[in-house]
């Protein structure tokens, strides 16, 4: 049932490329995404939105994230992301020109299942990201995108994450066809960048001896920073989620243009940190950052994109990502992530695919 692999979770990672080939397969056609098949929204209903409130919980929170940027940069739409416990209880702004996108791998996740039965009460269009069909989330949402990740039996989320991005890009881009924000043509461009991230996210997986080695090397610390800007912060948060939940390391993700304002002063010799440094647009002012930490003797793994030579003169080890545009480079960047919290739990002797305290679906408060 693991399909040779020793755990759950490593064959759910190795099964990424996959996930993300089945989540885009029927959904492009003539190089354009068309959603109209489970989208019920009309186009005049889609070019209504006033804003998007993306809400859900854990892994699917930190999918929603990278959702605030992907809508807001392709369709215009100003979008909210909220923690669903949170949302629940802060009596959110709705009208009936708010979409309320649900995230939930499980699609039986309490809050997230509480959060849209009060969007809906509200007025709300609750569109669903689910990888069930049949669930709670999927039966009580107006429209329901599947990502077609196939089971995911280890708690900590791998593959599902990933093709709820895919589900994610999906949405932007017939958003921002829908509402003639980007030409054809643009729009076909992103299409054929995504249409690549399949064969490019086997390219990853192949640099798992080189992150399992740098997870060992850090297995006996007890902290350790994860940093980023932009889409790379929203990875960043996620990349320390699943190194806290399995390997039990304490981390933190932080906005690496906040070190200078506390964070900076728990940085001292020998803390790893890893530096995310995907986005170009950012891209000299993360060297900038990593300098900083760098001087106070952190031992830096940064993540370049292939063809940079800028970032290997100020880390320690660096992880190549294939070259695509900075939009998707999430997909790309949090693989290697999940490989390295898998062999520092490995490394520290821990039961990978059933962590601690933690289940797979958070079906109670
Ligand atoms: O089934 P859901 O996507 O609603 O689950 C949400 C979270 O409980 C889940 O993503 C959790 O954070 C994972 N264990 C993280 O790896």
Not at 137 to 144: S, W
Not at 245 to 273: D, F, M, R
Not at 335 to 360: E, H, M, S, T
């Amino acid at each position: 049932e693991k399909g040779g692999y020793d755990r759950f979770m490593l064959k759910e990672i190795h099964e990424q490329p996959k996930a993300i080939r089945d989540t885009l397969a029927s959904r492009i056609k003539d190089g354009l995404v068309d959603l109209s098949n489970e989208v019920a929204l009309s186009p005049e209903a889609i070019r209504n939105i006033e804003k998007i409130h993306f809400v859900a919980c854990g892994t699917a929170y930190h999918a929603g994230l990278v959702g605030k940027y992907v809508l807001e940069d392709l369709a215009r739409i100003p979008v909210e992301c909220d923690v669903a416990s949170e949302y629940r209880y802060r009596d959110p702004i709705i009208t009936d020109k708010t979409l309320v996108v649900v995230i939930s791998q499980s699609g039986e996740t309490a809050d997230t299942l509480a959060a849209l039965r009060e969007a809906k009460k509200q007025g709300a269009r609750v569109l669903a990201i689910t990888n069930v069909v049949g669930s709670s989330v999927a039966r009580e949402a107006d429209d329901v995108i599947i990502t077609w990740a196939g089971p995911e039996i280890a708690v900590a989320s791998t593959k599902a994450y990933t093709s709820q991005l895919i589900a994610i890009y999906l949405l932007g881009l017939y958003f921002a066809q829908v509402r003639g924000h980007k030409s054809e043509a643009e729009l076909k461009e992103i299409i054929s960048h995504l249409g690549q991230l399949a064969g490019l996210a086997e390219q990853v997986l192949e640099y798992e001896g080189k992150i399992a080695e740098f997870a060992r090397s850090i297995a006996d610390n007890e902290h350790l920073f994860f940093l980023g800007r932009g889409l790379d912060y929203a990875v960043a948060l996620e990349g320390s989620l699943k190194l806290k939940e399995i390997s039990y390391i304490h981390s933190e993700a932080y906005a690496a243009g906040e070190l200078k304002h506390g964070t900076l002063a728990l940085i001292e010799e020998n803390i790893p940190v890893v530096a995310l440094a995907t986005q170009s647009s950012v891209f000299d002012k993360m060297v900038s950052n990593i300098q900083e930490v760098k001087a106070r003797g952190a031992k830096v793994l940064g993540f370049a994109v292939e063809g940079d030579s800028e970032l290997q003169k100020s880390v320690d080890e660096v992880i190549t990502i294939p070259k695509t545009i900075d939009l998707l480079a999430p997909v790309l960047t949090v693989i290697p992530l999940q490989l390295f919290a898998y062999y520092a739990c490995i490394q520290r002797g821990y039961d990978v695919d059933k962590p601690r305290n933690l289940a797979k679906s958070v079906t109670v408060e």
